[in-house]
């Protein structure tokens, strides 16, 4: 009886695990994430946007207090106090974002935490002065009270 019982549970579980698509990336399977992929591409680009704009309100509600940020090129890391200082420094310099584009992302959700895996290009102006920044971003949100925020990233040249 019991090895009957296991076969049944095993047969039900495969039932259901075969009615969901699953996505793999590498060796790791993932729950579909076709219904939130729209929203957490939009979200990740209003964070970046907000930081570019120096929106200060966007980027408190966005970057939670816990937040830890790694950025390419600087050896200590940033909490949500240095990301927003970051953010008032570049638009007091005269900053100011001209292109911002993720050539790839991939995806992975996990309930309420999602890991994005992308790469960047930045295009910049500070006083007059052209710059161009491309790299990696690996970048966490996480759903809490049914919004997503950004806790954490890590950026770097890709090189």
Do not use: C
């Not at 209003?46 to 050896?75: H, L, Y």
């Not at 290009?121 to 002065?129: D, F, I, P, S």
């Amino acid at each position: 009886m019991p090895m009957r019982l296991a076969a049944i549970s095993i047969a039900v579980l495969g039932v259901a695990l075969a009615s969901q698509s699953w996505i793999r990336f590498g060796d790791v399977l993932a729950a579909p994430v076709d219904s939130d992929r729209p929203q957490l591409l939009k979200v990740r680009e209003e964070a970046w946007r907000a930081w570019f704009t120096n929106n200060q309100d966007r980027m408190k509600t966005m970057f939670p207090a816990d937040t830890i940020a790694i950025n390419a090129g600087q050896e200590k890391w940033d909490g949500r106090k240095e990301t927003l200082e970051s953010a008032q420094k570049f638009a007091a310099d005269g900053g100011r974002l001209v292109k911002l584009e993720f050539p790839r992302t991939e995806m992975q959700l996990y309930d309420n935490v999602a890991v994005l895996y992308s790469l960047y290009r930045v295009e910049t102006e500070v006083a007059g002065k052209p710059s161009v920044q491309e790299g990696r971003a690996t970048e966490v949100f996480v759903r809490r009270n049914g919004q997503w925020v950004n806790p954490g990233w890590h950026t770097d040249s890709g090189k």
